[in-house]
């Protein structure tokens, strides 16, 4: 018999209200945004007061490009590597080696040294994906500590503790000019990793990547192949990490071991993806332009100190306990709050509930007192049998 509920008119589409800002709205405010930060990207270095502050753009804009390659890993499975450092030393010692040795333009040299990252990356993704949890943290710390030995003790072949030089790829222009010249192709090589994160988002893998990030024993068992998407989505990060780091090395052209091959490095990457949102399509971006201003700023006012070090730590530790998805979410999240509130169930007044009973046929007094709310008929035998209640008897055997 069907209840009191049930003999209420289904609500219709306008029942349910919908704050005045729209999706189309949000979608052309994320455009907008977007449209003035590619304008500030682009007349940057116009504005620049000196080649410094120019030389730190393209520090930050590297640091952007590490952290949002990092975000191919973290943001998609959940998986936290402080080891990424290990691809960023190695992209950036690839291209000056195969530079030095074989001779190639600066650029060939640079997207060779990206294959032999990815070429290195997988098996070391299929014994590292093995594990989960704190186990891969410690697996990925020690390849970067175990590549920082090595090429610190190979001097013939790497330089060891002396470095490597690299030779600049546009020998002939001035500082600032090469500052100029190598921002541009970090922007380049930046909006290259997100419109890739983008695309990624938005298909049918990435949709496996983040069912492994919310539960991957469930994700494994609806069928996704959690090991090769795990694995591609490491290779993907290591590579697009690596590119990175041999871009650095064609720009600054002198490679430190004890820096190419820092945890400290791995650690800012994941602090600027955790600080913007690993969610967040720019979520690193944001949070490698308060890191890397931040980091130049405490450098220019205490110089060789650690107080750098205090300072991150600090920040990472109130990024974790006030704002655990991100800057980007947070922002959101506030104004939501602050915005006109959706609900989805439309206020009436009694007149117009009343209205609306009687247009149903329903006795709106019999509805709310618990009387009948429609009269009893004899259930249909199929309808009974499909409801799963008794069937009424024959005829002959009443």
């Given at each position: 018999m069907p209840n009191a509920s049930s003999t209420l008119a289904a609500p219709s589409r306008e029942t349910t209200t919908r704050p005045p800002t729209s999706r189309r709205t949000r979608r052309i405010a994320a455009a907008l945004a977007l449209v003035v930060g590619a304008l500030v990207v682009a007349l940057f270095p116009s504005m620049a007061p000196n080649a410094y502050i120019l030389s730190a753009g393209v520090v930050v804009l590297s640091y952007a490009c590490t952290a949002t390659s990092w975000n191919f890993m973290g943001g998609f499975t959940g998986y936290i590597s402080l080891g990424h450092a290990a691809y960023?030393?190695?992209?950036?010692?690839?291209?000056?080696?195969?530079?030095?040795?074989?001779?190639?333009?600066?650029f060939v040299a640079w997207a060779l040294a990206g294959v032999v990252v990815a070429i290195i990356t997988v098996p070391i993704g299929i014994a590292a994906l093995r594990v989960r949890g704190a186990s891969f943290v410690i697996v990925s710390i020690s390849f970067v500590l175990i590549l920082l030995l090595v090429f610190q003790g190979w001097g013939s072949f790497t330089g060891g503790s002396n470095g490597l030089v690299v030779p600049r790829p546009f020998p002939d222009l001035m500082r600032p000019e090469h500052h100029r010249v190598f921002f541009y192709?970090?922007?380049?090589?930046?909006a290259v990793m997100l419109v890739l994160w983008w695309a990624i988002d938005r298909s049918r893998f990435g949709i496996g990547l983040k069912a492994i990030r919310e539960d991957?024993?469930?994700?494994?068992?609806?069928?996704?192949?959690?090991?090769?998407?795990?694995?591609?989505?490491?290779?993907?990060?290591?590579?697009?990490?690596?590119?990175?780091?041999?871009?650095?090395?064609l720009?600054?052209?002198?490679?430190?071991?004890?820096?190419?091959?820092?945890?400290?490095?791995?650690?800012?990457?994941?602090?600027?993806a955790l600080l913007g949102g690993i969610?967040?399509?720019?979520?690193?971006?944001?949070?490698a332009v308060i890191v890397g201003v931040a980091l130049e700023v405490f450098k220019l006012e205490f110089g060789d100190t650690q107080f750098h070090l205090v300072a991150?730590?600090?920040?990472?530790?109130?990024?974790?306990?006030?704002?655990?998805?991100?800057?980007?979410?947070?922002?959101?999240?506030g104004l939501r709050r602050l915005g006109p509130q959706s609900s989805s169930i439309r206020e009436m007044t009694a007149s117009e509930l009343a209205e609306r009973n009687a247009a149903a046929g329903?006795?709106?007094?019999?509805?709310?007192?618990?009387?009948?709310?429609?009269?009893?008929?004899?259930?249909?035998?199929?309808?009974?049998?499909?409801?799963?209640?008794?069937?009424?008897?024959?005829?002959?055997?009443?």
């Amino acid at each position: 018999m069907p209840n009191a509920s049930s003999t209420l008119a289904a609500p219709s589409r306008e029942t349910t209200t919908r704050p005045p800002t729209s999706r189309r709205t949000r979608r052309i405010a994320a455009a907008l945004a977007l449209v003035v930060g590619a304008l500030v990207v682009a007349l940057f270095p116009s504005m620049a007061p000196n080649a410094y502050i120019l030389s730190a753009g393209v520090v930050v804009l590297s640091y952007a490009c590490t952290a949002t390659s990092w975000n191919f890993m973290g943001g998609f499975t959940g998986y936290i590597s402080l080891g990424h450092a290990a691809y960023f030393g190695l992209g950036a010692y690839g291209t000056g080696i195969i530079i030095r040795e074989l001779e190639l333009p600066s650029f060939v040299a640079w997207a060779l040294a990206g294959v032999v990252v990815a070429i290195i990356t997988v098996p070391i993704g299929i014994a590292a994906l093995r594990v989960r949890g704190a186990s891969f943290v410690i697996v990925s710390i020690s390849f970067v500590l175990i590549l920082l030995l090595v090429f610190q003790g190979w001097g013939s072949f790497t330089g060891g503790s002396n470095g490597l030089v690299v030779p600049r790829p546009f020998p002939d222009l001035m500082r600032p000019e090469h500052h100029r010249v190598f921002f541009y192709l970090f922007a380049a090589l930046l909006a290259v990793m997100l419109v890739l994160w983008w695309a990624i988002d938005r298909s049918r893998f990435g949709i496996g990547l983040k069912a492994i990030r919310e539960d991957e024993d469930k994700a494994e068992a609806l069928g996704i192949p959690t090991r090769n998407y795990k694995l591609v989505a490491y290779v993907v990060s290591a590579t697009l990490t690596g590119l990175a780091g041999g871009m650095y090395a064609l720009w600054f052209g002198d490679l430190d071991p004890i820096f190419q091959f820092s945890i400290l490095l791995g650690s800012y990457m994941v602090l600027m993806a955790l600080l913007g949102g690993i969610r967040n399509l720019f979520g690193p971006l944001v949070g490698a332009v308060i890191v890397g201003v931040a980091l130049e700023v405490f450098k220019l006012e205490f110089g060789d100190t650690q107080f750098h070090l205090v300072a991150t730590g600090l920040l990472l530790g109130l990024v974790v306990l006030f704002m655990p998805d991100g800057i980007i979410p947070a922002v959101q999240a506030g104004l939501r709050r602050l915005g006109p509130q959706s609900s989805s169930i439309r206020e009436m007044t009694a007149s117009e509930l009343a209205e609306r009973n009687a247009a149903a046929g329903i006795n709106g007094d019999s509805v709310f007192s618990g009387g009948p709310a429609a009269p009893e008929q004899s259930p249909d035998p199929a309808v009974a049998r499909h409801a799963g209640g008794p069937t009424p008897a024959p005829e002959e055997e009443r």
